[in-house]
């Protein structure tokens, strides 16, 4: 079982990934959140370090997306990474967000039995 999260900074794109999520059979929980380097930027902290990311944040949205979602299935999982990388190309652009897989030791809850 694993957790893919996604932090979305093309925040016009998450209809498309949620909906894309959903034919595979896959729940999500989207947060909203915001980078360190941002909040940095707006507080003047240490301006030279973060002047470079500023080119990559966007200045009219102060905040992201955190898409969380637990998977089963590694073949699931693969499939909605490769969903994922094809609505925002993530590995070729800068700055449109980036992802994450951990393994899930413990899972208790939710709406959905997951298949062991």
Same mark, same amino acid.
């Given at each position: 079982?694993? *957790? #893919? $999260?996604?932090? #979305? ?7 498309? !990934? ?9 729940? *999500? ?26 080119? !990559?944040? +966007?200045? +009219?949205?102060?905040? +992201? ?7 089963? @299935?590694? @073949? !699931? #999982?693969?499939?909605? !990474? ?5 609505? #925002?190309?993530?590995? +070729?652009?800068?700055?449109?967000? $980036?992802? $994450? ?10 709406? @959905?039995?997951?298949?062991?």
């Amino acid at each position: 079982m694993y *957790a #893919l $999260f996604l932090i #979305l900074n093309q925040i016009d794109k998450l209809d498309t !990934i949620l909906e894309s999520l959903y034919q595979l059979g896959v729940g *999500a929980t989207t947060l909203d959140s915001v980078g360190m380097g941002k909040i940095l930027l707006e507080h003047n902290i240490n301006e030279n370090i973060f002047s470079s990311l500023k080119s !990559i944040l +966007n200045e +009219n949205k102060p905040y +992201n997306k955190t898409i969380i979602s637990v998977i089963n @299935n590694e @073949n !699931i #999982l693969d499939e909605a !990474i490769n969903r994922i990388n094809k609505i #925002l190309d993530i590995d +070729n652009k800068k700055g449109v967000g $980036f992802l $994450f897989v951990i393994p899930v030791l413990i899972y208790r809850g939710g709406v @959905n039995k997951i298949d062991e």
